[in-house]
């Protein structure tokens, strides 16, 4: 395995070979659509002791088109005898050094193999304990029940989560890198600051630091244990009903419709901002490692530049976002601190008890080290205003492939008004009223770069969207 590789225990009496066939059938799976080999396996933990163990492995990938590695966690539970429950989750058989022949299957499918990573957070109490060669922490004062069956979510696309009964939930992170993962840190920073819009932290699972092999004493976190939300319902699944609500009635206007989003909107920019001034005072930022607003908007006219062969559309507009990167650049300075990195109505849940933000990761297709950067909080607010812009589209799409009639342009122009009504109201929530002369060119530039980013996915991925990110990116400047 590569120098980079933590590898405290030993797997080299694996067939390197039964990876392949089962990393590409997995939802979550980055690297599918691309030549890779499997180059290296190193067991890094190990819980139970039998009927099931409980192997947790890193596997190390090499791309053939670029000779990049990647490291992906594959818990594996083994079994004596085959385990026909667990046909669907079979990833193959082999003679353990010390088991014997053993079945292997993903252990996130198994529930008496999950119940091993709870015993073992168990043993952590209130503090630190280190199970099977890896270490367990807990959060103090949050209490888990030890006793709940595992059962795995289905649906999610980077990770593997486990639901323990209606009390917890094991995210169990699959592309790992050495290092700190802001999801973890974050979390831990706003439980421990009594934060009442995220899931609370209950503690998480890092591979022991002083057996990394190479990632320079720094711990790899593995995954975290978390409050589970009961009474949560997704915001963007709430932002489609009011615009399913919406379109109903061709008679109604966005805010006299019953399905008003506008209300939440602006508990949603209240909680985003209550979350941002807690992580500032929480996560102290060193000044001298702060971007200035030149190097910030160096950054996005790069990004521009970038995009502009890929999205013949952008073309007439680059000039003034060229002009709203200058106006950023132009400011004496930026405020910058940990922020959430990927935010969009996706990563927001509404329950009983008011508005939760999740997924403190960050943007997926930046490395670990970009993620942990402090950024600007208007980096978050323009992600929200983006996702607002996004759900009428959306609403309008899901009516065309259930069989209703074309789009019209009164129900464009009803879309674009819920679009504003609820951008209004999340950014005056956020601001505390009017955006001022600063704010605005804030929110002008960090909104360009975002839809300039989404113009390119967009073309890459689903090309008949492209034309709602350019529709924000006309808008830019044009008041």
């Known amino acids: 395995m590569s120098a980079e590789t ?42 139970g002791d039998g009927d099931p163990t409980l192997d947790v492995l890193l596997v190390e990938l090499t791309y053939a088109d670029d000779g990049a590695h ?13 385990q ?19 079945h292997a299957y993903d252990a996130l499918h198994d529930k008496q193999a999950t119940g091993l990573w709870l015993r073992a957070f168990g043993a952590a109490a209130s503090g630190t304990a280190e199970v099977g060669g890896l270490t367990f922490h807990r959060v103090p ?50 439980t421990r600051a009594g934060s009442t819009h995220v899931a609370h932290l209950y503690g998480w699972v890092e591979l022991v630091p002083e057996a990394d092999a190479g990632g320079g004493g720094l711990p790899t976190h593995l995954g975290m244990l978390q409050q589970f939300l009961r009474t949560a319902t997704d ?27 506008s209300g939440e909107a602006g508990r949603l920019g209240e909680a985003l901002r209550e979350v941002h001034t807690t992580l500032h005072e929480q996560v102290p930022t060193d000044p001298a490692s702060a971007p200035t607003p030149a190097a910030i908007a160096t950054a996005m006219r790069t990004r521009l530049e970038a995009a502009l062969p890929v999205v013949p559309g952008l073309a007439p507009h680059a000039d003034r976002l060229r002009a709203a990167y200058d106006a950023l650049g132009a400011l004496p300075r930026i405020d910058v601190q940990t922020v959430h990195g990927d ?55 899901q009516r065309q492939e259930s069989g209703d009639d074309e789009a019209t342009d009164e129900r464009r122009r009803r879309g674009q008004e819920w679009s504003a009504r609820n951008q209004r109201y999340f950014l005056a929530a956020y601001a505390g009223g009017d955006l001022t002369a600063e704010q605005q060119v804030l929110v002008d530039a960090y909104v360009a770069d975002k839809a300039v980013y989404e113009t390119v996915y967009e073309t890459r991925n689903r090309p008949a969207w492209v034309e709602i990110p350019l529709a924000a990116v006309a808008r830019i400047g044009a008041r």
């Open 6 to 47: 933590p590898a405290p225990g030993s797997s080299e009496h694996l067939d390197l070979s039964v990876f392949a066939p089962y990393l590409v059938k997995t939802r979550w799976f980055g690297g599918k659509g691309r030549d890779f080999e499997v180059t290296g396996s190193r067991r890094i933990g190990r819980l």
């Open 70 to 82: 990647e490291l992906y966690q594959v818990p594996l539970s083994y079994y004596t005898e085959p």
């Open 84 to 102: 026909h429950r667990l046909d669907h989750a079979f990833v193959g058989w082999w003679e353990d050094p010390d088991l014997g022949w053993v």
């Open 141 to 190: 004062g949050e209490d888990v029940d030890l006793t709940a069956a595992g059962s795995l979510f289905s649906g999610e696309q980077s990770n593997s989560s486990v639901l323990y009964g209606d009390d917890s939930v094991l995210k169990i992170f699959r592309k790992v890198t050495p290092g700190p993962n802001p999801d973890i840190t974050t979390h831990d920073a706003l």
């Open 235 to 261: 915001g963007w699944d709430l932002a489609l009903t009011s615009v399913r609500d919406l379109y109903a009635d061709p008679e109604v206007e966005a805010r006299e419709a019953g399905g008003d989003f």
């Open 343 to 397: 935010l969009h109505l996706g990563q927001t849940l509404r329950t009983a008890a008011g508005w939760k933000i999740v997924d403190f990761e960050g943007e997926p297709a930046k490395t670990l080290a970009e993620r942990l950067l402090p950024d600007s909080p208007w980096r978050d607010v323009a992600g929200m205003l983006r996702s607002f812009d996004y759900a009428p589209h959306a609403g309008e799409r």
